[in-house]
């Protein structure tokens, strides 16, 4: 699953999970607002399957564009 990150004008990163429209985060720095892309991207498929709704196909967990 792809992570798309940038840097906002003030400073602050702000990354996104695209096959997991909503899955968008902010940190302060560029690994926080990698971790916590990943903790609600997990989140948000532990719900879908739990609600038997499909997730995206994986291969690898993530990685990052940059």
């Not at 879908?48 to 940059?66: K, M, N, Q, W, Y």
């Amino acid at each position: 699953m792809q992570i798309e990150l940038e840097q906002e004008a003030d400073g602050r990163w702000l990354t996104e999970v695209p096959e997991l429209p909503g899955v968008m985060a902010y940190g302060r720095t560029k690994e926080e607002a990698l971790a916590k892309a990943k903790a609600l991207a997990l989140r948000v498929m532990a719900d879908r399957l739990e609600h038997g709704e499909p997730i995206p196909e994986l291969t690898d967990v993530f990685s990052v564009a940059a």
